[in-house]
Nanobody
Framework: VQLVESGGGLVQPGGSLRLSCAAS????????IGWFRQAPGKERELVSC????????YYADSVKGRFTISSDNAKNTVYPKMNSLKPESTDVYYC????????????????????WGQGGQVTVSS
């Protein structure tokens, strides 16, 4: 079971960044994929999640209207995208998977997820 993230990096305020979370080793369509952020010394915070079976999505209030998440089931990959980025969006971002139905998973905390990607640094700075 593996989640491999890519696409992080440095972006200017107001810019956009698309991440990728490629899955392998499990039946992708059966899982909900979450997208988290973590600041130094703080707990991981859910940003968004998506059901791989029907495309249902959830967004934290802080990112609604700016961030989107989509999945390509043929590629077993989830694509979180961040628009209108602000310096306070700087963090390490992770994807994670859980096999329970979406309506349960969207309310779960980070420590309830089954497995994680390696994380990627996103820095918003001019």
């Amino acid at each position: 079971v593996q989640l491999v993230e890519s696409g992080g990096g440095l972006v200017q305020p107001g810019g956009s960044l698309r991440l990728s979370c490629a899955a392998s080793g499990f039946t992708f369509d059966d899982y909900t994929i979450g997208w988290f952020r973590q600041a130094p010394g703080k707990e991981r915070e859910l940003v968004s999640c998506i059901s791989s079976s029907d495309g249902s999505t959830y967004y934290a209030d802080s990112v609604k209207g700016r961030f989107t998440i989509s999945s390509d089931n043929a590629k077993n990959t989830v694509y979180p995208k961040m628009n209108s980025l602000k310096p306070e969006s700087t963090d390490v971002y992770y994807c994670a998977g859980h096999g329970r139905p979406f309506f349960e998973v969207k309310s779960m905390t980070a420590d309830e997820y089954d497995f994680w990607g390696q994380g990627g640094q996103v820095t918003v700075s001019s």
